[in-house]
Nanobody, 123 residues
Framework: VQLQAFGGGLVQAGGSLRLSCAASGRTISTYSMAWFRQTPGKEREFVALINWGDINTYYADSVKGRFTISRDNAKNSVYLQMNSLKPEDTAVYYC?????????????????WGQGTLVTVSS
């Protein structure tokens, strides 16, 4: 599975962005998908996940109520709608896919990663 994340950019605090993650090579309909983010000098941080059945989602406390993860299996894609953005949301955002059952917030369990897209939120 190849993942390509895009949609990042520069936005003012309070603004919105929608990240997309397009998969190729295999269908991701049976994969759990997640978004992580990373800033320089820090470890990769969990943001949101959606399980393969598109029933359950889970969010980091820091983004709960502001971010929404969704998927469109027909388009083999996953999305992250980010609203009410804050400067502390500035990071490189990565999408990830996990082929085995059981969604998780731990990045080591994800098999495939996109290249990352930079989100910069100005104050």
């Amino acid at each position: 599975v190849q993942l390509q994340a895009f949609g990042g950019g520069l936005v003012q605090a309070g603004g919105s962005l929608r990240l997309s993650c397009a998969a190729s090579g295999r269908t991701i309909s049976t994969y759990s998908m997640a978004w992580f983010r990373q800033t320089p000098g820090k470890e990769r941080e969990f943001v949101a996940l959606i399980n393969w059945g598109d029933i359950n989602t889970y969010y980091a406390d820091s983004v709960k109520g502001r971010f929404t993860i969704s998927r469109d299996n027909a388009k083999n894609s996953v999305y992250l709608q980010m609203n009410s953005l804050k400067p502390e949301d500035t990071a490189v955002y990565y999408c990830a896919a996990k082929s085995s059952s059981g969604a998780t917030i731990f990045p080591d369990f994800y098999n495939y990663w996109g290249q990352g897209t930079l989100v910069t939120v100005s104050s």
